[in-house]
């Protein structure tokens, strides 16, 4: 079956970084479209940053400039490299796979805590 494997979370002072990952597994990773979400306590889950499986990518407003999506094919992994973080940054960071007539998939989050 599908599994999406989030890891690299964890509590960094504001300004740090992070570099999130999340291995796939179960589909075939080249083909998929790929993204990450957060949510915050409290909040609605919101979208943070696509890369498409021709490696096009796109940012919410909030991350631009801070945060870069990537991905490794070759390693079914799909990377969000998080600089110069903020509080407000704080959340449940997900990853989450789509292709044209399948069902996405999730994965179970990560906790990012951004904090002095």
């Known amino acids: 079956q599908v599994q999406l494997v989030e890891s690299g979370g964890g509590l960094v002072q504001p300004g740090g970084a992070l570099r999130l990952s999340c291995a796939a597994s179960?589909?075939?990773?080249?083909?998929?479209?790929m993204s990450w979400y957060r949510q915050a306590p409290g909040k609605q889950r919101e979208l943070v940053a696509t890369i498409t499986s021709g490696g096009s990518t796109n940012y919410a407003e909030v991350v631009k400039g801070r945060f870069t999506i990537s991905r490794d094919n070759a390693k079914n992994t799909v990377y969000l490299q998080m600089n110069s973080l903020k509080p407000e940054d704080t959340a449940v960071y997900y990853c989450?796979?789509?292709?044209?007539?399948?069902?996405?998939?999730w994965g179970q989050g990560t906790q990012v805590t951004v904090s002095s």
């Open positions: 179960g589909l075939i990773f080249s083909f998929y479209t």
């Open positions: 989450h796979a789509r292709f044209a007539g399948s069902d996405p998939y």
